[in-house]
């Protein structure tokens, strides 16, 4: 089952960078969302189908061309899959540059997404499914 959540996540990323949209047929009611607290002040639990795109519409607002890149996915012992993201965008005031690394921690029950934990560092990430550099 985790090489399909793999392949349908890298084509959600790529469908989010096409469009800016996401598919939240993957995500569960329940859903859950934490997002680490730096990341244009975004932070906290988000909960709904809808809390992944309403985050990402934010992002969006915040910066131009923003791109997601999974430039490597993999599950952890306990079954989470980890996503080592590249996020690249200009800031819409500031025309500042951004590229990123950081991490997502899906969790799934069955073919549902039912929680994604952001992380901003790829190692904080590895830490927290057991795991190290």
């Known amino acids: 089952m985790s090489q399909k959540h793999i392949e349908g996540l890298r084509e959600d990323f790529d469908a989010f960078n096409r469009t800016g949209q996401i598919n939240i047929d993957r995500l569960a009611p329940d859903f859950e969302m934490h997002q680490a607290a730096s990341v244009i002040d975004t932070a906290g639990i988000f909960r709904g189908r809808d809390a992944l795109q309403q985050s990402l519409d934010e992002l969006q607002g915040a910066f131009e061309g923003l791109r997601f890149e999974a430039e490597k996915s993999f ?3 306990a079954g989470e899959i980890v996503v080592f993201v590249r996020v690249r965008g200009r800031g819409v005031g500031s025309g500042v ?3 990123n690394r950081i991490a997502w921690v899906w969790t799934f029950r069955g073919v549902e997404a039912i929680r994604l934990v952001v992380y901003e560092e790829q190692a904080e990430a590895l830490e927290a499914v057991g795991l190290r550099e």
Do not use: C, G
């Open 97 to 99: 540059q951004i590229d």
């Open 75 to 77: 599950e952890a012992p």
